[in-house]
């Protein structure tokens, strides 16, 4: 008589079954923040290599035209806006126009696969980039806000803000630019709606909104880097109106937060094709 | 691993001054099974759905229907665990070409999950393996093509995946490149039973390379065996080289009779025949006038070349002989 108990069998069939074609233990995945931090650190690094020149390039445009408007603008709100305007210029070309062209290419020509084939957040590679673009605006920025002030005798006293302008419209224009990249089907498409949201922001943010068209003035209101603009100018005033600078920068933080998370899907949709 | 993958790439409509592109079936049916532990090759021509395929197998597209298994994983259903089985060295390096050497490896390692320290320690070990410490510091889009394929390698290396889908790894390499790359390939099969889906153009690198290969065209398997088992298809041919010095001399009947057979490339006719034949037609060149005529001849064993050739590939703009 057998005394083998039939589970035994059984576990013993199984596992002879089994055997070859077990499920191998998956591999460690990145977690959010050292990813991010990890995606940052090299983008950042890039500028070192290939960023600078374009940063020269951003804040010289930016200086340039403060000059040509010292020709036009005679002190008072006007002189305000156009500062305000020139600086957080260098961010729209910087985080709008730069990172658009960036994914746009990454996009293109499958460069995307690299981080796609990683075990990443998405939202880790689309932060980490933008916040990177976020930061190669930082020294540009302040020169010309700091030249600015010099060129139209404006107190320094409340440049502290730009310390809240800069990554807040920083995120909204950055957000803006990854969204257009992943999102244009061609590289050549996202770098010519890199140039358009770029040009947009020139014309709408340096100009003195008083002297636009009514049609111009809503186009103004919906193109993030104003709000970024319209907290930095109030900042010039003698008694700013911190609540409206609150609530500009609010607002620049909501569109960065709708933004990159626009991004994000769009990173997710361009990666799996 | 494979099986019954079909990924249709739906026909694309014309534009104005361009013409419709009909439907492609990128995999047409695609069944392979590759053993753990096993160096498997894909050799095919460009646009035999090898990419189609890899990217299917690397959860970065969905097939139409078919199902993927990688390691006992579902990847058509869980495309995102394949990040978490295997390293993937694409063709396009534009992620890092900014970066530094050493810290493309380092945010890779990063990336696929190692902590601070080990991505460090196994940027150091890997680089130092591949013999390319002393790039580190220099951005890989200053470095020469084969070098910056051997930084890309790296990438591929760290976080020690069980599988590693390589797509014309060695590219531009020299051959000290090459045996650096193989060396490693080698070592981690052995410790550690690592499996390697490699793509290749390279026929002469599969042969010595490879344990078993798939040959792909139009979205189909042709062939799939060892090496040699390829070989033994066509064993009973040799194929006879012939190179004129000047034009071939078709006016000896000889020659103008294995003209028929040959297959022409400038001075240059390379023909396959049976043993017999090749005897007596490496008689006729070689005695007479037809001698006078040439400048070299070779006779070789089948390579795997022939044998793709002999499976009805698309002859002559299919693989590069290296």
Known sequence: ????????????????????????????????VPALTAVYRAQLSRARVARIPLLFVATFQSVGIMILMRGVVDGGSEAHAVVAGSSVLVVA????????????????????????????????????????????????????????????????????????????????????????????????????????????????????????????????????????????????????????????????????????????????????? | MVRDLVKVYPAARGRRGRPATPEVRASDGIGIEVGRGEIFGLLGPNGAGKSTLVRQLTGLMRPDSGSVEVLGHDIVRHPERAARLLAYLGQESTALDELTVSLAVETTARLRGLDAAAARAQRDDVLDELGITALAGRPLRKLSGGQRRLACFATALVGERRLLVLDEPTTGMDPVARRAVWGAVDRRRAERGTTVLLVTHNVIEAETVLDRVAVLDHGKVIACDTPTGLKEKVAGEVRVELVWRDRAPVDVPEVAALRSSAVESGRRWTLRLAPEEARAAVAAVTGGVAFAALDDFTLATPSLEDVYLALGGRGGDGLVKA
């Open chain 1, 93 to 273: 070309f910087v985080a709008l126009n730069l990172l658009a062209q960036y994914f746009g290419q990454l996009r293109g020509d499958g460069g995307l696969d690299h981080y796609a084939t990683l075990p990443v957040p998405p939202a880790a590679v689309v932060l980490g980039a933008a916040a990177a673009y976020a930061s190669f605006t930082v020294p540009g920025t302040i020169v010309t806000a700091v030249v600015g002030c010099g060129l139209f005798g404006l107190p320094l006293t409340h440049l502290w803000v730009l310390a809240a302008v800069i990554p807040l419209s920083g995120a909204a224009l950055a957000g803006l630019g990854a969204a257009l990249g992943l999102l244009a089907p061609r590289p050549e498409l996202a770098t010519l709606l890199g140039q358009m949201g770029m040009s947009a922001a020139l014309l709408l943010g340096v100009l003195p909104a008083e002297r636009m068209p009514g049609f111009l003035q809503y186009a103004r209101d919906l193109l993030p880097s104003t709000y970024g603009v319209e907290a930095l100018a109030r900042t010039f005033g003698s008694d700013p109106d911190w609540g409206a600078v609150l609530l500009d920068l609010g607002v620049c933080a909501a569109v960065g937060v709708v933004s990159l998370a626009v991004a994000t899907w769009a990173y997710r949709r361009a990666a799996v094709r």
């Open chain 1, 1 to 32: 008589m057998s005394a083998v108990p039939l589970e035994a069998v059984v576990r013993a069939e199984d596992e002879r079954v089994a055997a070859p074609d077990v499920a191998a233990p998956l591999g460690a995945r990145a977690r959010m």
